[in-house]
Each structure stands twice: as structure tokens, then as C-alpha cells.
């Protein structure tokens, strides 16, 4: 299977509307480049958002560890961007370089260790006063029940049951199971308030949140948050 297949081009109806319109309105809707930005999407799978980028900015740069993913990127997309699996390398050519950075369905995946490396990783390329966007699942409240009972009815993938939906209801924390290593496979269990702490924690200043698909409806019933950042000139602790 290819990473579009099992997203914005899954069979899947509910999957699809969830995703097929959000890389769209990513760029329309929360954090559209700059034609001087030098711009990284850092997790980029399959780069498909570099699709929606070209002739917008200067430089587009895509990172992901998985070289799987990456050969996933279409001929086009790829010629127009610079795509590396290299972190090391990355952080030694761009230094404090990218004033735009994009980081979508990648954190509600990691383990606190990861995560903490992770957002080094952006305070060391993010340019001072850039633009950092985080995606996230919602998997708390009402739509983390729903999801939960359309997982259950899905052979109770994602390690969904009734009990772990009513605990997603009321916010009641779920015990993760890492499938990889410092890797949660599944977004049950994932929170995103406590993710912004800690995003904040890190030295990254939410100045303004947006819920997809469908952004009028907030967090009441919505399938993804982005939190748009400001790296902070302060050194985090």
C-alpha cells in the first residue's frame, strides 16, 4: 500500500473526505508560504504537499526517515524539492534557516523521548521568528469517541474498543502501546492539549489555532487541529 492509498485516496469514505481536502486547506486556510520562505516539511511522507507549494516559494525542502515513503513522491514533486532521509545533514546545511516549517501526522506518533528530539530537531532548523504549524489528531472528546466506534467496526484497528472510545469521551487518559521503537502505530490514546503544552513548553508560541475539516465547527466535531507557532527567541529549557 502507498501512503496515498490509505489517506486522501483511500476507499474509505469518512477517511477520505477527513483527508482528501486537507493539504488544500493547510496551505489556503492556515499557513500559506511566502514567495521569499524557505519552506520544510518536516515528516513529508509521500511530499504530496510540495504538489501545492511549487512556484510559491523560494526553497522546499521535505524530510522523513522512512526512504520508502520519500521514493512515493511523484517525479514532479520530487524535481522541485529537496527530499533527504539525512537529519544530521540537514541540520548542518540549514541551520536556523527555514522561516516556514510544516509537521503534520508525525508527533501524535511519538513517544515523549521522540518528541523531545523531535522539537530540537525544529529549534535547530526553525529561523528565528519562523512560522512552525503542527497537525494533530483530535482523539479526545466527541470525535475521539466517534472515531474510536468507526474503529471498532473496523476490526477494532488502532487498538480501538468501546471502553478506550468512552475513556476518549471523557478525556480520561488510554495507556499506548508502542508498535516501533519511541513509535505509537496507532493515534488511540493521543491528546492533543497535552501535546500543545508541550509544544509551548519547547519554545514554540501557539499564536492561532484551526481545526479541519471543517473549520467552523472547532474542536466539537472535527478530525484534526493545527497549531500555527512562532519559535521563540528564548532558549527553551
Known amino acids: ?9 483511500t476507499k474509505e469514505p469518512l477517511k ?4 482528501g481536502r486537507r493539504f488544500r486547506q493547510v496551505v489556503e486556510l ?5 514567495s521569499s520562505d524557505t519552506v520544510l516539511d518536516y515528516g513529508c511522507g509521500d511530499a504530496h504537499l510540495f504538489s501545492l507549494l511549487q512556484n510559491k516559494a523560494d526553497r522546499l525542502v521535505g524530510y522523513d526517515p522512512d526512504p520508502a515513503l520519500l521514493a512515493q513522491a511523484l517525479n514532479e514533486v520530487a524535481s522541485a ?10 541540520k548542518s546545511r540549514y541551520m536556523s534557516k527555514f522561516s516556514l516549517i510544516y509537521c503534520m501526522e508525525v508527533c501524535e506518533h511519538l513517544t515523549e523521548a521522540a518528541l523531545d528530539q523531535l522539537l530540537d530537531n525544529l529549534r535547530t532548523l526553525a529561523a528565528p521568528h519562523a512560522r512552525v504549524v503542527f497537525g494533530v489528531p483530535i482523539e479526545t472528546g ?8 468507526y474503529r471498532v467496526t473496523h476490526d477494532n484497528r488502532q487498538f480501538a474498543s468501546f471502553g478506550n ?10 495507556e499506548r502501546r508502542t508498535t516501533d521503537v ?6 488511540t490514546g493521543f491528546r492533543h492539549r497535552h501535546f500543545r503544552q508541550r509544544i509551548e513548553a519547547a519554545g514554540f508560541k501557539v499564536r492561532s489555532t484551526r481545526c479541519l475539516p471543517f473549520p467552523i465547527l472547532g474542536q466539537l466535531l472535527n478530525n484534526e487541529v493545527y497549531y500555527v507557532t512562532r ?4 532558549t527553551a529549557p
Open 231 to 234: 519559535k521563540s527567541t528564548k
Open 182 to 187: 519511541e513509535w505509537y502505530g496507532a493515534h
Open 30 to 34: 492556515i499557513a500559506s508560504p511566502l
Open 16 to 19: 477520505r473526505i477527513a483527508h
Open 142 to 149: 466527541l470525535p475521539g469517541f466517534l472515531k474510536g466506534m
Open 81 to 90: 524539492s529537496e527530499l533527504t532521509t539525512d537529519i544530521d545533514a540537514l
Open 165 to 174: 472510545s468512552l475513556k476518549a469521551l471523557f478525556n480520561i487518559p488510554i
Open 1 to 9: 500500500m502507498t501512503y496515498a492509498s490509505y489517506t486522501r485516496d
